[in-house]
């Protein structure tokens, strides 16, 4: 019997599909970082004085809860990125 010596064709060979990583996990990573910083900073300043932000003067110390949260949130978006 002879011998085939045509190449055959996998799965594999030809063109390979260019894999996208997530495009929006690192402008979501970076503004929710920011949007954390900025959160806790403006608590900071303003806790010491007559200035009252609406949201933050009820909240107290929770600010500080909420600010890490989005900083938090902010290493998970860093976990997407590719």
Do not use: C, H
Request: charge should be positive.
């Amino acid at each position: 019997m002879a011998k085939n010596n045509t190449p055959r064709l996998r799965k594999s060979d030809g063109p390979k599909a260019k894999r996208v990583g997530n495009r929006w996990a690192a402008p979501a990573m970076v503004t929710s970082a920011l949007i954390g910083l900025v959160w806790i900073v403006v608590f900071y300043v303003t806790q010491g004085t007559d200035v009252n932000v609406p949201i933050m003067t009820d909240l107290n110390s929770w600010n500080l809860v909420i600010g890490m949260g989005f900083i938090v949130a902010a290493f998970g978006f860093a976990m997407k990125w590719e």
